[in-house]
């Protein structure tokens, strides 16, 4: 695809259940980053791949959330167990390479009721 | 560790005149930075980046920055603000050396006939 594709593009969980977030990234990119944007506030880092290695993930607000990007493309974060502060947009980005510009995708919002 | 702040959530312009953003970071050294526009229900988009080659960056769509580094200041402007300029403007500092971005608040632009 021409850009940074995340589905779902809109998520109703209710507390407690398991949600999956899929990330699409530019074909090719080797770094992808995951950001969780809360109503009114600026994203915050979460995690970042390049290829199918997890750099950095210490912007997890938790251990309900895993994120994974088996085949170095590809990505889900998946957030277990899910409560109410974790409603808010989760954007995708993706890299051609480590230092280069990242595109974003349009997110997810998610609402947990 | 890096920061940012954005020293305005809100900023009220009318079409025809000067835009001015302000942002500022903390560092101990000169990191990259970078300005990112996001329209509703839109990824978002790099506006401009600078990398410690010259002080005074162009963007896209007329922006313009300038890296201050006495101040910590990186100041989005634009001579003339169009009304699609409307949107929410983040000013992100790089760390980790992989384009992990520091997202500031955002400030959101309005502009008015």
């Known amino acids: 695809g021409a850009g940074v594709s995340q589905s779902p593009r809109y998520k109703v969980a209710k507390r407690g259940q398991d949600v999956a977030l899929r990330c699409d990234p530019i074909?090719?990119?080797?770094?992808l980053f995951w950001y969780q944007q809360a109503l009114g506030q600026g994203p915050e880092f979460l995690t970042y791949f390049q290829n199918e290695a997890q750099l950095d993930k210490s912007g997890l607000p938790s251990d309900r959330f895993f994120a994974e990007r088996p085949e170095g493309s590809v990505s889900t974060l998946k957030i277990q167990r899910t409560q109410q502060e974790d409603s808010a947009v989760y954007l995708c980005?993706?890299?051609?390479?480590?230092?280069?510009?990242?595109?974003f995708g349009q997110g997810t919002r998610l609402t947990v009721v | 560790a890096q920061s940012v702040t954005q020293l305005d959530s809100h900023v009220s312009v009318s079409e025809g005149t000067p835009v001015l953003l302000r942002c500022n970071y903390s560092s101990s050294y000169s990191p990259s930075l970078f300005w990112y526009v996001q329209h509703p229900n839109k990824g978002l988009q790099l506006l401009l980046k600078y990398t410690s080659a010259a002080t005074l960056v162009k963007g896209i769509n007329g922006f313009e920055a300038e890296f201050k580094k006495s101040e910590t200041s990186f100041h989005l402007t634009k001579p003339s603000a169009h009304m699609s300029d409307a949107a929410e403007y983040f000013c992100a500092p790089e760390s980790g050396g992989y384009n992990k971005l520091i997202f500031g608040a955002g400030t959101r632009l309005a502009v008015h006939p």
């Open positions: 980005a993706s890299s051609l390479e480590v230092n280069t510009e990242a595109f």
């Open positions: 074909s090719g990119h080797v770094s």
